[in-house]
């Protein structure tokens, strides 16, 4: 419902010029963009990488993973080309790794259909892996100046508390008329400039956690949940679901100064990752002896590493931990696909990643 006494239309093309006049003014200085007001373009390579990285990343995070990942991956044909390891080697640390996967997926596709040449319109772009209508409207206008809008969470919220329109978000009838809205009202000229207003608006004063900077909004004046101290209630989103808890045992086996890891699957969590072998549960100490006798091995000391956890999107695992060091190399191997490396090794080539963070860092800190 609209509790703004202007039609949402009308506050649309009311908020234009405050919003990109102030954008003018205090638009945030990140690797990835022109300044604002500049009359050049940014590498469309370069917003998309940026863009990918942003999604569930903070952006004071990203900068650095995005400098080094452009050093070494610098256009389209060096991420079509580098090897799947080399490429989740560079990703570590931010997380949900199906996004790199997708970037390379996308990077030969534009190889193959396209020359190598980044496709200039939203509706080449949205084909593309793992881009979604966000990121299409965000490629599209910063790089190319097409007029069509970048919808993102803090596009929900502006406009939500804006119109005191307490419409579930999440649901396909709210998105579609917002789209619907915003596509026509999405400036001919620097559209760009535009969108990047409401994700910087969003991200430095129409806050989500905590009280809005409402005293420095250039919207203020023709906001509802301003007028009426109501920006704790919008936007209006389902509870989340309880994520799913999976307990796991991480066991390090050592022998002679190499430690074992292993493949992950070449689909699901964690897709084509290293890790360390694990078993389902909190295995004993006892157990652990009988899974030695089955890999054909014997161990001169089992030591607990103790408790570990980590969250994912929908589910959590929570981790005890061995460090085995073997008196002889298991005939019968533990793990698929799996090497025995040095740890110095394991840091410069290979991505663990973060969730066995809390028993990678245990070995990788022994001198």
Not at 12 to 27: E, S, V
Not at 49 to 75: C, G, H, N, W
Not at 323 to 339: D, Q, T
């Amino acid at each position: 419902m609209n509790k703004n006494i202007f039609s949402p239309e009308t506050i649309l093309h009311k908020i234009t010029t405050p919003l990109t006049t102030w954008y003018q003014l205090n638009a945030r200085s990140l690797p990835w963009r022109t300044p604002a007001g500049s009359s050049s373009r940014p590498d469309p390579y370069h917003i998309w990488i940026s863009e990918i990285m942003l999604q569930q990343t903070r952006v004071e995070a990203v900068k650095d993973y995005y400098t080094r990942f452009l050093k070494r991956l610098p256009d389209v044909s060096s991420l079509a080309g580098v090897s799947h390891d080399e490429l989740m080697k560079l990703w570590q640390g931010l997380g949900y790794y199906s996004r790199a996967n997708n970037l390379q997926r996308a990077a030969i596709q534009i190889m193959e259909e396209y020359g190598g040449s980044f496709p200039e319109h939203y509706e080449e772009i949205l084909t593309l892996p793992g881009i979604g209508e966000y990121t299409a409207g965000a490629i599209a206008s910063i790089a190319f100046g097409e007029a069509v809008p970048a919808i993102d969470g803090n596009v929900y919220r502006i406009y939500t508390r804006l119109c005191g329109d307490d419409s579930d978000i999440t649901k396909t009838p709210f998105k579609k008329k917002l789209r619907s809205l915003l596509s026509n009202a999405v400036p001919v000229t620097e559209p760009g400039s535009y969108n990047q207003a409401w994700m910087d608006l969003g991200a430095t004063v129409c806050l989500p956690n905590g009280a809005p900077l409402c005293s420095e909004c250039p919207l203020r004046e023709f906001c509802t949940a301003y007028k009426e101290d109501s920006w704790s209630l919008y936007p209006v989103k389902p509870p989340k679901k309880e994520r799913k808890i999976e307990d796991k045992t991480i066991i390090l086996l050592e022998y002679q100064g190499t430690y074992l890891i292993q493949k992950r699957p070449p689909k699901g969590l964690l897709a084509g990752l290293w890790e360390f072998p694990s078993e389902e549960g909190f295995v004993s100490p006892e157990k652990l002896q009988e899974l030695l006798a089955q890999w054909d091995t014997g161990a001169d000391s089992i030591e607990l590493l103790g408790r570990g956890k980590h969250i994912f999107s929908h589910i959590e695992w929570h981790m005890i931990g061995y460090l085995i060091h073997l008196n002889r190399l298991p005939s019968v191997p533990p793990a698929n696909e799996g090497v025995w490396i040095s740890t110095q090794k394991m840091q410069k080539e290979y991505s663990i990643p973060s969730a066995f963070r809390a028993y990678y860092s245990k070995i990788t800190s022994m001198k």
